[in-house]
């Protein structure tokens, strides 16, 4: 299924030319809000050891999670839902590196997968479903893995 990642490519794209994104992936913790505020959904938040887990649950199904380290820091996104949630909002000033990236894109008919030595970014699509994640390596948790989030 090529659509999918030319539609996620394309989307990645349209980031670059897009407004600043209001929070996301290697922000400070009170970036959550703003994607909360934005989206107008619900949030939780559930403590881990090392981190805080921040649950955005959408009015159109889609659940976003971001996880915030001990520093504050958003080391790691996941979504899931009907449609792909504002990706230039969610991968903050990631984005555009990540639209950029030409070397160490994968993909087959339902995956996509792009790294960068500073961040890595998955997705998958399935009939009217839509997941991914993304994370910054150097800002993980010791005590966590990109296995952990999902």
Same mark, same amino acid.
């Given at each position: 299924?090529?659509?999918? %990642? !030319?539609?996620?490519?394309?989307?990645?794209?349209?980031? !670059?030319? %897009?407004?600043?994104?209001? +929070?996301? =992936?290697?922000? #400070?913790?009170? %970036?959550?809000?703003?994607? /909360?505020?934005?989206?107008?959904? +619900?949030? $939780?938040?559930?403590?881990?050891?090392?981190?805080?887990?921040?649950?955005?649950?959408?009015? +159109?199904?889609?659940?976003?999670? #971001?996880?915030?380290?001990?520093?504050?820091?958003?080391?790691?996104?996941?979504?899931?839902?009907?449609? =792909?949630?504002?990706?230039?909002? =969610? *991968?903050? &000033?990631?984005? #555009?590196? *990540?639209? $950029?990236?030409?070397?160490?894109?994968?993909?087959?008919?339902?995956?996509? $997968?792009?790294?960068?030595?500073?961040?890595?970014?998955?997705? #998958?699509?399935?009939? $009217?479903? /839509?997941?991914? /994640?993304?994370?910054?390596? +150097? *800002?993980?948790?010791? &005590?966590? %893995?990109?296995?952990?989030?999902?």
């Amino acid at each position: 299924m090529v659509k999918l %990642s !030319c539609a996620l490519l394309g989307t990645l794209a349209a980031v !670059c030319v %897009s407004a600043p994104a209001l +929070a996301g =992936l290697g922000e #400070e913790a009170s %970036s959550v809000e703003a994607d /909360r505020a934005s989206m107008q959904a +619900a949030l $939780r938040v559930t403590p881990g050891v090392d981190y805080e887990l921040h649950e955005i649950q959408t009015p +159109a199904g889609a659940v976003i999670h #971001e996880y915030v380290s001990a520093q504050g820091k958003v080391f790691a996104v996941t979504w899931h839902g009907p449609g =792909l949630p504002d990706l230039a909002q =969610l *991968l903050g &000033s990631y984005a #555009e590196q *990540l639209a $950029r990236a030409q070397t160490g894109v994968h993909y087959n008919h339902h995956q996509l $997968r792009i790294e960068t030595p500073e961040v890595v970014m998955q997705s #998958e699509a399935y009939l $009217r479903s /839509r997941s991914g /994640r993304a994370w910054v390596p +150097a *800002l993980f948790p010791q &005590s966590l %893995s990109p296995k952990d989030i999902g």
